[in-house]
């Protein structure tokens, strides 16, 4: 099983009246959000052996602006659109394999409730906002939460 999972949430994106919620994109400053967390997490040394997006255009971009820093490819899955639960993660980082880690980009409010159903700890991942959790066996650790502000900084 992969040792962490980390979650990345979607930068900042249009309103919901400006188009179809899964083809909302990303404002600017949800670009410069996406890019930060991704030169952020390569400063802080994380490589990723599987990266899975959200196939919504929002989550999409978010996970291709993070990779120019980080070097990955995109793997999307429907499920991170709607419906993504804790067992669905597990089952992607058991295809990983052992001592990888996974980054999962998405939304509100799956994300979070991945989080609490593994480490039990309940959390606000903001617009652009990163969540890490080491893993031991099925239940969870929450080792960072950072907000956009802070991956500006890191970055």
């Known amino acids: 099983m992969a040792r962490q999972l980390w979650f990345l949430r979607h930068g900042e994106a249009e309103p919901h009246d400006a188009r179809p919620d899964a083809e909302r994109r990303l404002t600017e400053r949800g670009e410069d959000q996406s890019r930060a967390a991704g030169r952020a997490l390569a400063v802080l040394g994380l490589d990723f052996q599987l990266l899975v997006?959200?196939?919504?255009v929002r989550a999409l971009d978010t996970a291709r602006l993070a990779c120019e820093t980080l070097g990955c490819e995109v793997v999307v899955d429907d499920r991170l659109g709607d419906g993504f639960e804790a067992d669905d993660a597990l089952?992607?980082?058991f295809a990983?394999?052992?001592e990888k880690r996974v980054l999962f980009v998405g939304h509100n409010p799956h994300l979070p409730q991945i989080i609490h159903d593994l480490t039990g700890g309940r959390l606000e991942l903001k617009k652009g906002g990163v969540a890490g959790v080491r893993l031991q066996g099925r239940r969870g650790e929450l080792i960072v939460?950072?907000?956009p502000r802070e991956l500006d900084r890191i970055g």
């Open 96 to 98: 990983a394999g052992r």
């Open 53 to 56: 997006s959200s196939p919504r």
């Open 145 to 147: 939460l950072l907000r």
């Open 91 to 93: 089952e992607l980082a």
